[in-house]
């Protein structure tokens, strides 16, 4: 079974420029998530698909980030402008689904794309 | 609410000796807990996971974890460390009163010295 794809695997830019990665979850997951790990830290959650709404986007910075998952299947996340900050892994995952309280779902993750912003 | 905290950020252990990772919760409702490792330039790994059902959980590699709700810990053991090992390991807990999502703690690196 073919994991969480994730592209590119390494980015460099100059704030204020923009950037976007793509997502390709495990097939027939209908829960995505986009987390932010930043160096040294645990990841935190930015934003979290069912099939392609928004369940939580609460953490999202929505001035400089937008994420979508139009087909309910892969999902591009990007980030215009840039800032110092904003240099950290970025980490898709997924999961059969989220809802309900028997749900104890594992996330499969993919590898990651590193933004370097200078 | 909920929140997740690892006591220590690094942890040195020599191979053939215990490892003992620290992870503190706080939850308003029964958790979820999880224990996910992370090899240098990867995705998370799920090690093991507490779902209510026993207390002691195994996992994968040899690593278990014991869920102690009037300590509220869930803290991750394995009886001797290997080179392997050295990894980075993140707790992290969820319920239904914070919508099902997944909140991380801060990680520990474990080094394995020969």
């Known amino acids: 079974e073919a994991g969480v794809a994730q592209s590119p695997r390494y980015k460099i830019i100059e704030k204020r420029q923009s950037v976007a990665f793509w997502c390709n979850p495990i097939s027939g997951h209908a829960t995505l998530y986009w987390y932010q790990q930043i160096l040294g830290q645990g990841p935190k959650l930015l934003i979290q698909?069912?099939?392609?709404?928004?369940?939580?986007d609460s953490q999202l910075p929505k001035d400089r980030f937008s994420a979508e998952r139009l087909k309910g299947v892969d999902s591009t996340l990007k980030i215009q402008p840039a800032k110092l900050e904003d240099s950290a892994v970025y980490l898709c995952?997924?999961?059969?689904?989220?809802?309900?309280?028997?749900?104890?779902?594992?996330?499969?993750f993919g590898e990651g794309s590193r933004l370097t912003v200078l | 609410a909920q929140s997740v905290t690892q006591l220590g950020s690094h942890v040195s252990v020599s191979e053939g000796a215990l490892v003992l990772l620290r992870c503190n919760y706080s939850?308003?409702?029964?958790?979820?807990l999880f224990w996910y490792v992370q090899y240098p330039n990867q995705g998370l790994q799920l090690l093991l996971k507490?779902?209510?059902?026993?207390?002691l959980v195994k996992g994968i590699n040899g690593f278990e974890a014991e869920f102690k709700k009037s300590e509220t810990s869930f803290h991750l053991t394995k009886p001797s460390a290997h080179m392997s090992d050295a990894a980075e390991y993140f707790c992290a807990v969820k319920n239904l009163a914070a919508g099902n999502k997944l909140t991380f703690g801060g990680g520990t690196r474990v080094l394995v010295k020969p």
């Open positions: 995952a997924s999961s059969l689904r989220t809802s309900g309280h028997s749900n104890t779902g594992e996330l499969f």
């Open positions: 698909f069912q099939n392609n709404g928004v369940v939580d």
């Open positions: 939850s308003s409702v029964p958790p979820y």
């Open positions: 507490y779902t209510s059902a026993a207390t």
